[in-house]
């Protein structure tokens, strides 16, 4: 990453107005720092050389004060705005970056970006704070501070000018030559992290089925391993900032320390006034300061660079395909795979191959075949979240990659393998309109009929009852009956079920077949991907998914 990426302007509309407000804050820090080196200068070179007293130098003394208040007015309230700022980019990047995910769809997260994206909306953008708190400011400094005072200078002393001139580069020399070993270890950091992250989230997934067969224990090392290895590359991070830091640190004494001399050594002789050369010597080192600063905050700043540079590349991710046609009315319309066919990520196969068929409105559909055959990535392909390597979706006549997916989406209704419920109560998960609620009546019809009622019977405040991110405090298959009665409760005109009997015992499945032949009798079209026989007896049509290896795929 840059040291100001555009792509932080282009993508955090909050940066914007941060970087134009530190640059005039730059400004103005410019213009006091200089007057407050001139104002020492002149209220110490009469006292020195000519005896002056307080009462001769008050007027000065008094201007000094005022420069320095407001120079540290001007200090608190960027560091007052900075922390604002960043706290709205970093919720703003992390806000583009989970919705550019969810838009990117299911099968883009479970090629193994899904835990890096968790890492990065969470733990990882938070580091990108540093950058925008300290580093950033320095940086704007930089352009503003560093070269007025060494005009000035320049105007004082021609000579303290050149050596200046000379020794800067070295700063940022010597800065770019440690920074990059530095980044490199910032970003093997969040790669741990981002593993040891995926682990956590994994083990937490399984820890009921690794409860169940006695092996919650197992995965124990590996976690402290990924944690051990966490510790050791912010140690190395630290350990080579700290090198650094002194190395610049040095290396500015030093340049400071050439000026000075130079000087010391004109003052014996005469060659350069009390004030000019006082005035050189308090500006000097805020020449060399606001470099030596970005230094120094680059350590701190790297892991939020890396970061963002994450974040821009989730957000660089090109989208499916979405037409501007709008869908046509599904309940009246037929959906047709036309030769199907999509290669399955890291496996030499096609998953579904060359699938065609057709589901027509109002009748109950069942994709069957064996596990790894693309069923569910056929319904990914229909709910448009993938585009297939061959083959189409249609709608009627309309190509489905040119149909507006809003238009799309509103007409349908899924519900995954694994459901996830907004956070709020459940009646409010239960509302597909929140401005006009189901009936009682009809709310508890619907709740009989999927067994929801049982379920919301247990729960302490019934459907007022608060839920968490994702349906927190509810089981998978509870989760399901509340996913399952929000479809029977809408009216979307397609209803795509993913093995919705997968995580639920016999009475329950009972109650899914139920809800279904509920779907068919409302003139609803639902499609299901089936294992269990009696789903698949309960459809109208059956559709057989097949795969093939990659070969027969190139060879057609």
């Given at each position: 990453?840059?040291?100001?990426?555009?792509?932080?302007?282009?993508?955090?509309?909050?940066?914007?107005?941060?970087?134009?407000?530190?640059?005039?804050?730059?400004?103005?820090?410019?213009?006091?720092?200089?007057?407050?080196?001139?104002?020492?200068?002149?209220?110490?070179?009469?006292?020195?050389?000519?005896?002056?007293?307080?009462?001769?130098?008050?007027?000065?003394?008094?201007?000094?004060?005022?420069?320095?208040?407001?120079?540290?007015?001007?200090?608190?309230?960027?560091?007052?705005?900075?922390?604002?700022?960043?706290?709205?980019?970093?919720?703003?990047?992390?806000?583009?970056?989970?919705?550019?995910?969810?838009?990117?769809?299911?099968?883009?997260?479970?090629?193994?970006?899904?835990?890096?994206?968790?890492?990065?909306?969470?733990?990882?953008?938070?580091?990108?704070?540093?950058?925008?708190?300290?580093?950033?400011?320095?940086?704007?400094?930089?352009?503003?501070?560093?070269?007025?005072?060494?005009?000035?200078?320049?105007?004082?002393?021609?000579?303290?000018?050149?050596?200046?001139?000379?020794?800067?580069?070295?700063?940022?020399?010597?800065?770019?030559?440690?920074?990059?070993?530095?980044?490199?270890?910032?970003?093997?950091?969040?790669?741990?992290?981002?593993?040891?992250?995926?682990?956590?989230?994994?083990?937490?997934?399984?820890?009921?089925?690794?409860?169940?067969?006695?092996?919650?224990?197992?995965?124990?090392?590996?976690?402290?391993?990924?944690?051990?290895?966490?510790?050791?590359?912010?140690?190395?991070?630290?350990?080579?900032?700290?090198?650094?830091?002194?190395?610049?640190?040095?290396?500015?004494?030093?340049?400071?320390?050439?000026?000075?001399?130079?000087?010391?050594?004109?003052?014996?002789?005469?060659?350069?006034?009390?004030?000019?050369?006082?005035?050189v010597l308090v500006l000097a080192p805020e020449v060399y300061l606001p470099?030596?600063?970005?230094?120094?905050?680059?350590?701190?700043?790297?892991?939020?660079?890396?970061?963002?540079?994450?974040?821009?590349?989730?957000?660089?991710?090109?989208?499916?395909?979405?037409?501007?046609?709008?869908?046509?009315?599904?309940?009246?319309?037929?959906?047709?795979?036309?030769?199907?066919?999509?290669?399955?990520?890291?496996?030499?196969?096609?998953?579904?191959?060359?699938?065609?068929?057709?589901?027509?409105?109002?009748?109950?559909?069942?994709?069957?075949?064996?596990?790894?055959?693309?069923?569910?990535?056929?319904?990914?392909?229909?709910?448009?979240?993938?585009?297939?390597?061959?083959?189409?979706?249609?709608?009627?006549?309309?190509?489905?990659?040119?149909?507006?997916?809003?238009?799309?989406?509103?007409?349908?209704?899924?519900?995954?393998?694994?459901?996830?419920?907004?956070p709020g109560t459940v009646r409010e998960a239960l509302a597909a309109d929140?401005?006009?609620?189901?009936?009682?009546?009809?709310?508890?019809?619907?709740?009989?009929?999927?067994?929801?009622?049982?379920?919301?019977?247990?729960?302490?405040?019934?459907?007022?009852?608060?839920?968490?991110?994702?349906?927190?405090?509810?089981?998978?298959?509870?989760?399901?009956?509340?996913?399952?009665?929000?479809?029977?409760?809408?009216?979307?005109?397609?209803?795509?079920?993913?093995?919705?009997?997968?995580?639920?015992?016999?009475?329950?499945?009972?109650?899914v077949l139920a809800t279904i032949n509920e779907l068919r009798v409302a003139?609803?079209?639902?499609?299901?991907?089936?294992?269990?026989?009696?789903?698949?007896?309960?459809?109208?049509?059956?559709?057989?998914?097949?795969?093939?290896?990659?070969?027969?795929?190139?060879?057609?």
């Amino acid at each position: 990453m840059k040291p100001l990426d555009p792509k932080l302007l282009r993508y955090a509309a909050p940066a914007r107005g941060y970087v134009l407000l530190t640059t005039a804050f730059g400004i103005i820090t410019a213009a006091l720092v200089i007057a407050q080196a001139l104002l020492i200068a002149a209220a110490l070179a009469p006292v020195i050389s000519d005896g002056a007293t307080l009462r001769d130098v008050a007027g000065r003394l008094g201007w000094l004060a005022a420069v320095v208040a407001a120079r540290a007015v001007v200090n608190g309230l960027q560091e007052r705005f900075a922390h604002r700022a960043a706290t709205r980019v970093v919720a703003d990047l992390r806000e583009k970056v989970v919705l550019r995910a969810a838009e990117l769809g299911p099968r883009w997260l479970s090629s193994g970006r899904g835990t890096d994206v968790v890492t990065l909306a969470t733990r990882g953008l938070d580091d990108l704070e540093p950058y925008l708190v300290r580093y950033l400011p320095q940086l704007l400094l930089a352009v503003t501070v560093t070269p007025a005072a060494l005009v000035v200078v320049l105007g004082l002393d021609w000579i303290s000018a050149l050596i200046i001139t000379v020794t800067i580069p070295l700063v940022p020399l010597f800065m770019i030559l440690v920074g990059q070993l530095t980044q490199s270890y910032s970003q093997h950091r969040l790669l741990v992290m981002a593993r040891l992250g995926a682990q956590v989230l994994d083990l937490l997934a399984g820890l009921a089925t690794l409860r169940a067969f006695g092996r919650e224990k197992g995965p124990v090392a590996r976690v402290r391993e990924l944690g051990e290895a966490y510790t050791r590359s912010t140690m190395s991070t630290l350990r080579v900032a700290f090198l650094s830091g002194m190395v610049l640190e040095l290396l500015t004494t030093l340049s400071v320390a050439l000026v000075a001399v130079g000087i010391g050594l004109r003052l014996v002789h005469g060659d350069i006034g009390l004030e000019t050369g006082l005035a050189v010597l308090v500006l000097a080192p805020e020449v060399y300061l606001p470099i030596r600063q970005i230094g120094v905050q680059f350590h701190a700043s790297t892991d939020g660079i890396t970061a963002a540079q994450r974040a821009f590349d989730v957000l660089d991710e090109a989208l499916p395909m979405s037409g501007t046609i709008p869908a046509p009315d599904l309940a009246r319309t037929p959906i047709t795979f036309d030769g199907l066919s999509v290669v399955a990520p890291g496996r030499l196969a096609v998953a579904p191959s060359n699938l065609s068929a057709t589901i027509h409105p109002g009748r109950v559909v069942a994709l069957v075949g064996p596990s790894g055959s693309g069923k569910s990535t056929a319904v990914l392909a229909l709910l448009g979240l993938l585009t297939p390597d061959e083959g189409r979706v249609r709608a009627g006549d309309l190509d489905l990659a040119t149909i507006d997916r809003s238009t799309w989406w509103s007409q349908i209704a899924w519900l995954p393998q694994r459901s996830a419920l907004p956070p709020g109560t459940v009646r409010e998960a239960l509302a597909a309109d929140p401005l006009a609620p189901p009936s009682e009546e009809v709310l508890a019809r619907a709740m009989r009929l999927t067994g929801l009622d049982d379920v919301v019977a247990h729960l302490p405040r019934g459907l007022d009852t608060a839920l968490g991110q994702g349906g927190l405090g509810l089981s998978v298959g509870q989760r399901q009956r509340v996913a399952l009665t929000a479809a029977l409760l809408g009216d979307q005109p397609l209803v795509v079920l993913d093995e919705p009997t997968a995580h639920l015992d016999a009475l329950a499945e009972d109650q899914v077949l139920a809800t279904i032949n509920e779907l068919r009798v409302a003139g609803r079209t639902v499609l299901v991907v089936a294992h269990r026989p009696a789903l698949v007896a309960l459809a109208d049509d059956v559709i057989e998914v097949r795969s093939a290896s990659t070969e027969s795929m190139v060879t057609s």
